[in-house]
Nanobody, 115 residues
Framework: QVQLVESGGGLVQPGGSLRLSCAAS????????VGWYRQAPGKQRELVIL???????NYADSVKGRFTISRDDANDTLYLQMNSQKPEDTAVYYC?????????WGQGTQVTVSS
């Protein structure tokens, strides 16, 4: 079982930036897909950004031009850079990795965008 630990969440003002980290116990180079999801109160969990070895990068329309996914293969860490934050970005953010039938999730980290 792959262990994923998110960090970097917190309170940020509208227009501000945060960078979330996801440390994996396994090599992120071995996964078919890695990505970030989020779930806001009263809403279903939604895809934020997905990196797939087969189809490339998939962004949610709401974050295009503002969020960027990156990876540090040497340290088995996935990042989500969030710029120009909006109140509607408030949610619990989860990292996710996939390989074959393996589908693992982190515990989530809270991001609150408020003045």
């Amino acid at each position: 079982q792959v262990q994923l630990v998110e960090s970097g969440g917190g309170l940020v003002q509208p227009g501000g930036s945060l960078r979330l980290s996801c440390a994996a116990s396994g090599s992120i180079r071995s996964f078919d897909a890695v990505g970030w999801y989020r779930q806001a109160p009263g809403k279903q969990r939604e895809l934020v950004i997905l990196l797939s070895k087969f189809i490339g990068t998939n962004y949610a329309d709401s974050v295009k031009g503002r969020f960027t996914i990156s990876r540090d293969d040497a340290n088995d860490t996935l990042y989500l850079q969030m710029n120009s934050q909006k109140p509607e970005d408030t949610a619990v953010y989860y990292c996710n990795v996939e390989r074959g039938r393996l589908d693992c999730w982190g515990q989530g980290t809270q991001v609150t965008v408020s003045s």
